[in-house]
């Protein structure tokens, strides 16, 4: 049975009893939940069904849903059966059906769809535990014995095996596995599913989540019991296919060969060779799939999970002795196995091709440099005896060269040394925390989320989003609870939109028909299709059931949608200029301005970012339509609409159209404007790097724009009156004024009549005793150099004499010393004599005893690091 016939076979299994199916979420999990960097089970994306927070679009669902997963990583291709990316089927009740239905399903399927034999099959149940209070699952035994399965074949296993949990609390229970004896040859004759050993291999999970934990150890039974089922796709077919190992199934065979034929070498003839072909074939899947979804290589989050695969994989290509593009070759290949089920790879090819090439080629240059020096820590090491790599190489080979510690950890493990990891975690967690700064505050905090998310589950009844028709609603309130100073609120209908999809929420207010109360919208709280509002009451209080009216803030409404449809132009705008490979990469739409982040590997020339500029304001005056209509999720991808990779979507789904749509169409839940023509003017203020191979561009719209336009223009006004020229000469002015200035300067340093210092002067200012001269004074001259260049010719003009010397600017200071060789040896030496000088003034220098510099950044101090210098002049004299 090939890998698409077991997925069909799975599928139309349930289809057939009642299920729903669901397409593939992306592996970039949902907004809603942060919790997690990738989607790493089925469950994941069906999570809010589970806790409660949205509608099911059915009681029962069934997926093929794409997975991946870091935490076995380092021992990739090391094993017949680890992957870090594979499809997990899946089989799920909302509440309808429990363990009875869940094991029969699975026991007729494996028998009379799989085609195994009863007498193989073993499945494991939760043996108890003291801690949680809980016996072992008789139901879960019962019901495996109703359906044929003997007592001796169901085995209990502990917590650890057979308990599921989300987090440390919330939704959890019992779980039952199903393991096929593949006979007493691959093990022993007492050995038990569960068990350490190559004879028994599970390959279904069945959870049954019936218990709540909150507090740790404290369950409490959940109001609709569910079930979640995982059964490993490349797991089974390796056993449906009478193959030892995954990598030899027909997913992964192909990439096998495909190494095979680049190196040169055959698989199944030694391990390294082993080890390499099966990271490549594991890696170039996730790595195509994980590009496909959005994820692009950089160094923060997912971006850097993707570029550790990639560089290890890259690592065993060179191992390997492939050519350059191999990467690329791979790609090609999992597209032509996996794309008649994921046409995302046919759709993304471009951007999957440029990233793979960008990284391979940036990579390689690291990974010459970077082994190079490794060989060298290690020979060292092995030589001198020591443990192995030090914290503060490592370091260096991470922040310096982009060397990845998981490689450096790889190749001294393939040598036989150590490497101090624990005292690398400590330099790097030293270097985020110098590189840390203050994010945005949410404008509720999150204990208010979740006591919005307890008020919406228990108020039984979804609010009415009105808000895309107007702005000002007469309605009821519906639920209420108060909250400190707040007041959380459920209305029956509501125009206010609630954060989401990078657009902030809603301001205004609601007043009380009677107008005994009125009260400040603070924050919408976005709860799955519904939501919640944090008011703050300025007089009065509203009451449930009380009629009001709910008013959105007409100016910052505005404001946003203007922003917010910019985005859509933005986005169209670099696409058309930059390449199709640019994706939304994050967003934030407000009513001050908007910032957009999008995958791209370098920054934009000033003549892109001015064609992008202009594209987005050329159809702003070409007065566009903006449109949102409601389609099915097939058809807005057919009409070629734009979805991010981080949302989850059903199959109806909201499309906004500018114009006729050839140049913007996008999935989005947010508001617009009506014509593009409101959004008056689209101005950049900034586009720089907001990751490795991501961009961020902030601009400005509508009634910022314009306020940001008449502010350069009231600047040019003044630069042109400050310049004497008239506002559309400013430049010239500028330039001819700069021109001036260097000129100045250079006379400065020469010493010439303009900014000239007069020598004798200072000198005739000098101090004298026992043939010794001194002088410490502040002069005039526009920088370091110059400086040092007077006290040489003062300290030729005294003689035997010491000189210190001091200058400064609005923002910094310069101090030199320049001593003889005579007072030297009387105890003056020019570094001590600026060491307190340099602290009184905020900094620090050094030098020799004849010659110092330093510097400082307190100019109104130089008068007494002045002072301090030439009082430790006079004191090395009289010592």
Same mark, same amino acid.
């Given at each position: 049975?090939?890998?698409?016939?077991?997925?069909?076979?799975?599928?139309?299994?349930?289809?057939?009893?009642?299920?729903?199916?669901?397409?593939?979420?992306?592996?970039?999990?949902?907004?809603?939940?942060?919790?997690?960097?990738?989607?790493?089970?089925?469950?994941?994306?069906?999570?809010?069904?589970?806790?409660?927070?949205?509608?099911?679009?059915?009681?029962?669902?069934?997926?093929?849903?794409?997975?991946?997963?870091?935490?076995?990583?380092?021992?990739?291709?090391?094993?017949?059966?680890?992957?870090?990316?594979?499809?997990?089927?899946?089989?799920?009740?909302?509440?309808?059906?429990?363990?009875?239905?869940?094991?029969?399903?699975?026991?007729?399927?494996?028998?009379?769809?799989?085609?195994?034999?009863?007498?193989?099959?073993?499945?494991?149940?939760?043996?108890?535990?003291?801690?949680?209070?809980?016996?072992?699952?008789?139901?879960?035994?019962?019901?495996?014995?109703?359906?044929?399965?003997?007592?001796?074949?169901?085995?209990?296993?502990?917590?650890?095996?057979?308990?599921?949990?989300?987090?440390?609390?919330?939704?959890?229970?019992?779980?039952?596995?199903?393991?096929?004896?593949?006979?007493?040859?691959?093990?022993?004759?007492?050995?038990?599913?569960?068990?350490?050993?190559?004879?028994?291999?599970?390959?279904?999970?069945?959870?049954?989540?019936?218990?709540?934990?909150?507090?740790?150890?404290?369950?409490?039974?959940?109001?609709?019991?569910?079930?979640?089922?995982?059964?490993?796709?490349?797991?089974?077919?390796?056993?449906?296919?009478?193959?030892?190992?995954?990598?030899?199934?027909?997913?992964?065979?192909?990439?096998?060969?495909?190494?095979?034929?680049?190196?040169?070498?055959?698989?199944?003839?030694?391990?390294?060779?082993?080890?390499?072909?099966?990271?490549?074939?594991?890696?170039?899947?996730?790595?195509?799939?994980?590009?496909?979804?959005?994820?692009?290589?950089?160094?923060?989050?997912?971006?850097?999970?993707?570029?550790?695969?990639?560089?290890?994989?890259?690592?065993?290509?060179?191992?390997?002795?492939?050519?350059?593009?191999?990467?690329?070759?791979?790609?090609?290949?999992?597209?032509?196995?996996?794309?008649?089920?994921?046409?995302?790879?046919?759709?993304?090819?471009?951007?999957?091709?440029?990233?793979?090439?960008?990284?391979?080629?940036?990579?390689?240059?690291?990974?010459?440099?970077?082994?190079?020096?490794?060989?060298?820590?290690?020979?060292?090491?092995?030589?001198?005896?020591?443990?192995?790599?030090?914290?503060?190489?490592?370091?260096?080979?991470?922040?310096?060269?982009?060397?990845?510690?998981?490689?450096?950890?790889?190749?001294?493990?393939?040598?036989?040394?150590?490497?101090?990891?624990?005292?690398?975690?400590?330099?790097?967690?030293?270097?985020?925390?110098?590189?840390?700064?203050?994010?945005?505050?949410?404008?509720?905090?999150?204990?208010?989320?979740?006591?919005?998310?307890?008020?919406?589950?228990?108020?039984?009844?979804?609010?009415?989003?009105?808000?895309?028709?107007?702005?000002?609603?007469?309605?009821?309130?519906?639920?209420?609870?108060?909250?400190?100073?707040?007041?959380?609120?459920?209305?029956?209908?509501?125009?206010?939109?609630?954060?989401?999809?990078?657009?902030?929420?809603?301001?205004?207010?609601?007043?009380?028909?009677?107008?005994?109360?009125?009260?400040?919208?603070?924050?919408?709280?976005?709860?799955?299709?519904?939501?919640?509002?944090?008011?703050?009451?300025?007089?009065?209080?509203?009451?449930?059931?009380?009629?009001?009216?709910?008013?959105?803030?007409?100016?910052?409404?505005?404001?946003?949608?203007?922003?917010?449809?910019?985005?859509?132009?933005?986005?169209?705008?670099?696409?058309?200029?930059?390449?199709?490979?640019?994706?939304?990469?994050?967003?934030?739409?407000?009513?001050?301005?908007?910032?957009?982040?999008?995958?791209?590997?370098?920054?934009?020339?000033?003549?892109?970012?001015?064609?992008?500029?202009?594209?987005?304001?050329?159809?702003?005056?070409?007065?566009?339509?903006?449109?949102?209509?409601?389609?099915?999720?097939?058809?807005?991808?057919?009409?070629?609409?734009?979805?991010?990779?981080?949302?989850?979507?059903?199959?109806?789904?909201?499309?906004?159209?500018?114009?006729?749509?050839?140049?913007?169409?996008?999935?989005?839940?947010?508001?617009?404007?009506?014509?593009?023509?409101?959004?008056?003017?689209?101005?950049?203020?900034?586009?720089?790097?907001?990751?490795?191979?991501?961009?961020?561009?902030?601009?400005?719209?509508?009634?910022?724009?314009?306020?940001?336009?008449?502010?350069?223009?009231?600047?040019?006004?003044?630069?042109?009156?400050?310049?004497?020229?008239?506002?559309?000469?400013?430049?010239?002015?500028?330039?001819?004024?700069?021109?001036?200035?260097?000129?100045?300067?250079?006379?400065?340093?020469?010493?010439?009549?303009?900014?000239?210092?007069?020598?004798?002067?200072?000198?005739?200012?000098?101090?004298?005793?026992?043939?010794?001269?001194?002088?410490?004074?502040?002069?005039?001259?526009?920088? *370091?150099? =110059? /400086?040092?260049?007077?006290?040489? !010719?003062?300290?030729?003009? +005294?003689? #035997? $004499? %010491?000189?210190?010397? @001091?200058?400064?600017?609005?923002?910094?200071?310069?101090?030199?010393?320049?001593? *003889?060789? =005579? /007072?030297?040896?009387?105890?003056? !030496?020019?570094?001590?004599? +600026?060491? #307190? $000088? %340099?602290?009184?003034? @905020?900094?620090?220098?050094?030098?020799?005893?004849?010659?110092?510099?330093?510097?400082?950044?307190?100019?109104?101090?130089?008068?007494?690091?002045?002072?301090?210098?030439?009082?430790?002049?006079?004191?090395?004299?009289?010592?």
């Amino acid at each position: 049975m090939t890998s698409d016939e077991i997925r069909r076979t799975y599928l139309e299994f349930f289809q057939q009893r009642d299920h729903l199916r669901l397409p593939s979420a992306s592996l970039i999990p949902a907004e809603h939940d942060p919790s997690v960097l990738f989607t790493i089970a089925g469950m994941v994306p069906l999570k809010p069904y589970f806790l409660g927070t949205e509608r099911p679009p059915h009681l029962r669902a069934t997926t093929c849903q794409k997975t991946f997963r870091t935490g076995d990583i380092e021992i990739i291709g090391t094993t017949t059966r680890h992957l870090t990316f594979f499809e997990m089927l899946g089989n799920f009740s909302f509440g309808n059906y429990f363990k009875r239905e869940a094991t029969r399903f699975a026991w007729e399927l494996s028998l009379d769809g799989f085609g195994f034999s009863a007498q193989d099959i073993w499945v494991t149940v939760f043996a108890g535990d003291d801690e949680l209070g809980l016996g072992p699952d008789e139901e879960a035994i019962e019901a495996w014995m109703e359906i044929g399965v003997p007592r001796e074949r169901i085995v209990e296993c502990p917590r650890s095996e057979n308990f599921w949990q989300m987090g440390p609390t919330g939704p959890c229970g019992p779980c039952s596995e199903l393991y096929l004896d593949r006979g007493v040859e691959l093990g022993k004759p007492d050995d038990l599913p569960g068990g350490d050993n190559e004879r028994f291999l599970e390959y279904w999970n069945l959870v049954f989540m019936q218990f709540d934990q909150d507090p740790l150890n404290v369950l409490t039974p959940l109001p609709a019991k569910n079930i979640d089922t995982g059964l490993g796709l490349n797991r089974l077919a390796a056993v449906l296919q009478g193959k030892n190992s995954v990598f030899e199934t027909d997913q992964f065979a192909p990439l096998i060969a495909l190494g095979e034929e680049m190196a040169g070498k055959r698989y199944g003839q030694e391990f390294d060779t082993d080890r390499a072909l099966r990271v490549l074939a594991d890696h170039s899947r996730a790595m195509t799939f994980l590009i496909a979804d959005g994820v692009v290589p950089s160094n923060e989050e997912r971006g850097y999970v993707l570029r550790r695969i990639m560089r290890r994989a890259i690592l065993q290509g060179r191992k390997l002795g492939l050519d350059s593009g191999f990467l690329e070759r791979y790609a090609d290949v999992v597209t032509e196995i996996m794309g008649g089920e994921y046409r995302e790879l046919h759709e993304q090819r471009d951007s999957i091709q440029k990233w793979l090439h960008d990284e391979e080629i940036g990579f390689g240059r690291t990974l010459a440099q970077g082994l190079k020096q490794i060989e060298e820590l290690i020979e060292r090491s092995i030589a001198t005896g020591t443990e192995g790599i030090s914290a503060a190489d490592a370091f260096r080979l991470h922040d310096e060269q982009g060397f990845p510690i998981d490689l450096t950890l790889d190749l001294a493990a393939e040598a036989g040394v150590g490497v101090d990891e624990e005292g690398f975690e400590l330099l790097m967690e030293e270097q985020r925390n110098r590189a840390r700064f203050g994010g945005g505050r949410a404008r509720v905090d999150e204990s208010v989320r979740e006591r919005a998310l307890a008020l919406a589950g228990t108020a039984g009844f979804t609010t009415d989003f009105v808000g895309y028709e107007t702005i000002d609603q007469e309605t009821t309130v519906g639920a209420l609870e108060r909250e400190g100073g707040r007041v959380l609120v459920k209305l029956v209908e509501s125009p206010f939109y609630p954060t989401g999809g990078g657009q902030v929420a809603d301001a205004g207010w609601i007043e009380c028909a009677d107008g005994e109360c009125f009260a400040r919208v603070e924050d919408v709280v976005r709860v799955g299709d519904d939501q919640v509002l944090a008011i703050v009451p300025e007089r009065g209080e509203p009451t449930q059931g009380e009629r009001v009216h709910a008013h959105v803030d007409r100016r910052a409404r505005h404001a946003t949608e203007c922003n917010h449809t910019a985005t859509h132009l933005l986005h169209a705008a670099l696409r058309s200029r930059l390449g199709t490979h640019v994706h939304q990469s994050g967003s934030y739409v407000g009513p001050d301005k908007l910032r957009f982040d999008f995958s791209h590997g370098q920054a934009l020339s000033p003549e892109e970012l001015g064609d992008v500029e202009d594209a987005v304001n050329r159809w702003i005056v070409e007065d566009h339509p903006v449109r949102a209509m409601t389609t099915t999720f097939d058809e807005a991808k057919q009409l070629g609409a734009m979805a991010l990779f981080s949302e989850k979507y059903g199959d109806v789904v909201r499309m906004v159209e500018v114009g006729d749509g050839s140049f913007s169409r996008e999935l989005c839940g947010g508001t617009h404007v009506r014509f593009t023509s409101q959004i008056g003017v689209f101005k950049v203020l900034s586009e720089t790097s907001s990751a490795a191979n991501v961009r961020r561009i902030e601009a400005v719209t509508g009634p910022e724009g314009v306020e940001l336009m008449r502010k350069h223009d009231r600047a040019l006004t003044r630069a042109g009156e400050l310049l004497r020229v008239p506002p559309e000469r400013v430049p010239d002015g500028a330039a001819e004024l700069r021109a001036r200035v260097k000129e100045l300067e250079k006379a400065a340093r020469r010493g010439g009549a303009n900014g000239a210092v007069d020598v004798d002067a200072l000198a005739a200012r000098a101090k004298a005793r026992d043939g010794a001269h001194w002088l410490a004074a502040v002069v005039e001259v526009a920088e *370091a150099k =110059a /400086l040092l260049e007077v006290a040489d !010719k003062l300290r030729a003009r +005294l003689g #035997d $004499a %010491a000189v210190v010397l @001091g200058r400064s600017d609005a923002e910094h200071v310069d101090l030199v010393a320049n001593v *003889a060789p =005579a /007072l030297v040896a009387r105890g003056v !030496k020019a570094k001590e004599i +600026l060491s #307190d $000088a %340099a602290k009184i003034v @905020g900094g620090g220098g050094g030098g020799r005893d004849t010659v110092a510099r330093a510097g400082g950044r307190e100019p109104d101090k130089l008068p007494d690091a002045i002072a301090a210098a030439e009082a430790a002049i006079e004191a090395a004299l009289d010592g």
